[in-house]
């Protein structure tokens, strides 16, 4: 591995991530990691607004974005019209353990993948 390989996280948010057209899906605001594994599972996507100011977040499982090195940005199989669709929670919902906003996300994306690039 190699240095290029890797990313701040503090670059990851406000990264803007395209669906499979090359559209603007939505912007990423938040990267959940697993304690343990450092592993990335989440990424929160914002659809509008200023930073995402009183508006909803869409948690995405990690596994449904592909880092595209042509074009040095993130794509994801997602339409705009399947993003809308999934559960969306305010920040105090995703802040806390209660709501469960993980099994939910999970259950909605259930076997969805990612299309390979290129």
């Not at 890797?6 to 697993?34: C, M, N, Y």
């Not at 659809?47 to 100011?53: N, V």
């Amino acid at each position: 591995m190699t240095i290029d390989s890797l990313i701040k996280s503090a670059d990851l948010i406000g990264t803007v991530v395209h669906d499979p057209k090359g559209g603007k899906l939505a912007t990423i605001r938040e990267v959940f990691l697993h304690k343990q594994t450092g592993q990335a599972l989440f990424v929160v996507l914002d659809t509008g607004g200023l930073f995402g100011a009183g508006g909803k977040f869409y948690p995405v499982p990690w596994r449904l974005l592909r880092f595209d090195a042509a074009a040095d940005t993130y794509t994801s199989s997602l339409t705009k019209e399947r993003l809308k669709s999934a559960p969306a929670y305010d920040r105090d919902q995703l802040n806390s353990t209660a709501y469960g906003w993980g099994e939910q996300t999970d259950r909605f994306f259930g076997d969805d993948e990612a299309e390979p690039i290129g």
